[in-house]
């Protein structure tokens, strides 16, 4: 990696479909722009990318759960990608890893295989923060 690459780096600690939404607009929004994009998943935002997980759809937080219904009927008038084919979208326009934090799953008991197919590597906090330096980190 170049030292002018612009990189921005999402630890995604929640689960809720109102924070993984921001996580794949952000994430395909930086690819678009040339951004290195690393996502790590972590705690509650770790058991959402679980295939078991993902088989369903995603609580929104309790503090906005009035506006689930509408937002879901607007994302679907809009034919709106969800969270994950924006993920998904992301990395195949740019360079965006994915990874799934090593010391939450061993906490859940989740292995490799449970995870869904784009996520790239399981790693820990030490390689995480050597990927992120140099850029933005957000914490969602």
């Known amino acids: 990696m170049s030292e002018n690459k612009k ?10 479909i109102d924070k993984l939404m921001p996580v794949g607009i952000l994430a395909s929004g930086a690819a678009a722009a040339g951004y290195e994009v690393n996502v790590f998943f972590t705690f509650w935002g770790l058991n959402a990318i679980t295939k078991k997980s993902m088989e369903g759809m995603q609580p929104i937080d309790k503090n906005y759960e009035q506006f689930g219904p509408m937002m879901m009927q607007k994302m679907k008038e ?7 084919q924006l993920l998904e979208q992301a990395k195949e326009v740019g360079e965006v890893k994915v ?8 906490f859940f008991g ?29 914490f969602i």
Do not use: Y
Request: proline residues 4%.
């Open 7 to 16: 990189k921005l780096s999402l630890i995604v600690f929640s689960g809720t």
């Open 78 to 84: 809009m034919n709106f990608p969800m969270w994950t």
């Open 99 to 106: 990874i799934a934090c090593s010391t939450t799953m061993e």
């Open 110 to 138: 989740i292995k490799r295989d449970d995870l869904a197919p784009f996520v790239d590597d399981v790693a820990g906090v030490a390689t995480f923060l050597d990927r992120a330096e140099g850029g933005i980190t957000l």
